[in-house]
């Protein structure tokens, strides 16, 4: 197939682009390239793409909404996977303006796209802090997610919206994933793992936050990837036995799902540092700080429904993921 993969220089993207290709897809890749965090990470994912012979890199906003137009055009894709985003829940408390741009207005063209070129099937980026103030215990998607507690929470929650909107009107057929917490090699540096990684081989203290009483459903990238692209090989369907009078938020009468990807394994987060140490062989000084704005506490996938509409739930152990994560950094790095 000929796929649109925007976000094509980010960690799940670079990731998700390799496995496409490996299979015989033709992949489109989109990035703006911004400097969120260091560009030359991006620049080495692709320049890992980029000497394939069915990759080709667009270098272009999604919120460009003329440039996306002409790229849907020309193109003619079968299907899209759309991961490009501004990330992170923390810097959405400085900085929102960037949210809405990205993930509003560029999922917005990104729709647009899909419905004037007949895409058969659009697969995009949600995220777990859509369950927000949610205290019920695992995360399901057939939860109510009216309360978020970020502006980036808030943007992902008005993308499965958003898309429910043109699956209903248009039936385009749409699959949201919500993703748990991601780790694995070539992952971004603003999140725990780097940041506690390489705090720890520089000899530096790491931030703990929640005084360490935190859980997080912690999932390799592999897994996320294998899932994406199970997802968007079984297009979209309606639900046969939605009944609005008891609407199901995660399925619809429109070819509109909605699917948790976790590892169904919470983990403490002094553990997940304890599993950091073992793979440094080295001990980490720790702050323990109070819980940030925007942050949960807790994070649990029910992926019942994944397992059930492609056969697939994921299972990389924490040890072994950041086994393998700590093996990249250190090359990468020269550590």
């Known amino acids: 197939m000929k796929i649109l993969l925007t976000g094509a220089a980010g960690f799940i993207g670079s990731t998700a ?22 560009v030359r990470l991006k620049q080495d994912r692709l320049a890992r793409l980029t000497p394939h012979e069915r990759f080709r890199f667009v270098k272009m906003d999604v919120a460009d909404r003329a440039g996306t137009e002409r790229l849907f055009a020309e193109e003619r894709f079968d299907r899209v996977i759309h991961l490009a985003a501004q990330a992170g829940v923390r810097y959405s408390l400085q900085n929102p303006h960037a949210y809405i741009d990205s993930n509003v207005v560029g999922f917005m063209n990104v729709l647009e796209g899909c419905r004037h070129t007949q895409v058969q099937h659009l697969v995009y980026a949600s995220s777990s802090s859509v369950y927000g103030g949610n205290t019920k215990m695992p995360f399901s998607e057939h939860d109510s997610v009216d309360h978020p507690v ?14 429910h909107t043109y699956s209903h009107l248009f039936r385009l057929p749409t699959t949201g994933l919500r993703f748990f917490t991601v780790y694995g090699p070539w992952g971004r540096p603003d999140m725990a793992l780097f940041l506690f990684t390489k705090a720890i081989l520089e000899g530096r203290p790491i931030d703990v936050f929640n005084h360490g009483n935190m859980l997080r459903d912690f999932t390799f990238v592999d897994d996320i990837v294998e899932g994406v692209i199970r997802v968007l ?3 979209a369907t ?27 394994d919470p983990v403490p987060l002094l553990d997940f540092v304890a599993a950091i140490e073992e793979a440094l062989g080295m001990p ?16 649990y996938a029910d992926v019942d429904a994944l397992t059930e509409w492609t056969g697939f739930k994921p299972g990389t152990d924490i040890r072994t993921g950041i086994r393998r994560f700590v093996a990249w950094y250190r090359d990468y790095y020269k550590v």
């Not at 682009?17 to 260091?38: K, P, Q, S, T, W």
């Not at 970020?150 to 992902?156: D, F, I, R, V």
């Not at 980490?284 to 994070?299: C, E, F, H, M, R």
């Open 17 to 38: 682009a390799h496995r496409l290709l490996a299979r015989g897809d033709e992949v489109v890749g989109l990035d703006n390239l911004n400097d969120y965090y260091d």
């Open 150 to 163: 970020s502006m980036y929470a808030a943007t992902k929650k008005a993308n499965e919206l958003m898309a």
């Open 233 to 235: 090989d079984r297009v």
């Open 238 to 264: 309606p639900n046969p036995d939605y009944r609005s009078e008891t609407a199901d938020p995660a399925t619809s009468d429109a070819p509109y799902r909605v699917f948790n990807i976790g590892n169904h």
């Open 284 to 299: 980490a000084q720790k702050n323990l700080l109070p819980l940030q704005d925007g942050d949960v506490p807790a994070t």
